[in-house]
């Protein structure tokens, strides 16, 4: 019998990797409820047609509130790639998932096959 203990799959990088893949997705989001938080604050306005001024203790932050607004744009493609990337995910977690199971055994003997009658 192998006394060798087996190594335990690798949880951590899948999860870190579906953290890495939901940040890149979800970023936009962010941006918006980040200028959004701010601009309501401080009492600013903020659209996509044009810059506000936005003054925050004497130094004008609207160049910035506008482009953190517009930044919410890039959701037509993050969400999408997003989505893509999970699915490249899951499919590669349960083939590598599923090889590995075979790999390494789950440590049940082999059944013992009946015994064959005398002829």
């Known amino acids: 019998m192998n006394s060798k203990p087996h190594k335990r799959f690798p949880w951590l990088w899948y999860w870190l990797a579906l953290f890495v893949i939901a940040a890149f997705a979800f970023a936009p989001i ?7 938080a701010i601009a309501n604050a401080y009492g600013c306005k903020v659209d996509e047609g044009s810059v506000h001024p936005c003054i925050i203790n004497g130094h004008d932050y609207g160049e910035l509130l506008y482009s953190l607004g ?5 959701m037509l493609v993050s969400l999408p790639g997003g989505l ?8 590669f977690l349960i ?6 199971r075979k790999r390494i055994p789950a440590g049940v003997p082999p059944p013992i096959p009946p015994p064959t009658a005398p002829a």
């Open 30 to 36: 962010g941006s918006v409820m980040l200028c959004a």
């Open 95 to 100: 083939l590598h998932r599923a090889t590995w």
């Open 84 to 91: 893509l990337a999970f699915v490249a995910w899951l499919i």
């Open 70 to 74: 517009v930044m919410g744009w890039l």
